[in-house]
């Protein structure tokens, strides 16, 4: 069964809002911090893509600097951990490219990171604008995609 994800309202409002203030036509994004209690990956942190990010119409590359500094940050504030990446596509659907895919494959390969499995949340744009998001999960052998719940709990 795959796990639960939940998006709280303050890192839901950064992405929205580098959604909102980038080029429509390219990509953007940035990490998602929290915390992996099995049964769900709660992001209590979404950081913004940086500075020295690079963007193109089919391919964000975050800033890997500043990415290290949110997450620094994030672990001293309450063990926040890197669970995955968010990022928009502005012409294709909600869903991971090969380009993404062989990202989450580099990541879950590279030891020093020690994942087990990886969250992508992608934002796909439609014409006016409006955000379709979906979330998955990506393991070394499957590629899930998986409901998410956006805002704080009531």
Known sequence: MSPAIHVTTAAWDTIRREVAAGPSHLETGGILLGHDFGDLLQVTVAGDPGRNSQRSRDRFLRDSDHAAQ??????????AQWLGEWHTHPATPPAPSSIDLASYARHLQDPDLSFDRFLSVIIGLDDQRQALVAA?????????PVPIGLGDPQ
């Open 136 to 144: 998955w999960i990506i393991t070394r052998d499957v590629v899930t």
């Open 70 to 79: 949110l997450a620094a940050r994030a672990w001293e504030a309450d063990r």
